[in-house]
């Protein structure tokens, strides 16, 4: 074999080492984008499921909110009711154990409506404990009790 022949396997060599050292080169540069796709593929799935559980709870308050503001709107309509009706509005909401906390001076329609119902307490807003609340399974607030129990809790 002559020298010109030698320079010239050595030199197919070397190109045949180049390129193979550029597919490895390549592949690697393959598999990292690959790797950072499947990354955010999965961030993006991630956020998926965390919107989703965000959808879930938004859509569990809003018919927590639609129940609780039917709820409310019956209540108010209950202020001046007879103890029958009040009995059959707490029965239809379910409502065994309740406590009710109104202003300075409970109301008369209230006190007089609910004087004979079993398991239902009222109490003005001087009289809200911790005891009571956590005695009851329903506490219900007037906005006057409210106001006051903000400014004592300040």
Known sequence: MSFDGLIGVAGTLAAAVWLLWGFNRLSLAWAAVQ???????????DMAREMMKFGEVMMRHKRDESETSDKL???????AAKTKELAAAFAK???TSVLV???PEIHDGVRRAAANL???????????????ILRRDVLILTRDAVQHLEARLK
């Open 93 to 95: 909401l379910g409502w």
């Open 101 to 103: 906390i109104d202003g």
């Open 35 to 45: 790797a950072r796709v499947k990354d955010l593929d999965q961030k993006r799935v």
């Open 118 to 132: 079993k398991g239902v307490d009222l109490l003005p807003q001087q009289g809200a404990n911790v005891y009571d």
């Open 73 to 79: 709107t019956l209540l108010r309509a209950q202020v």
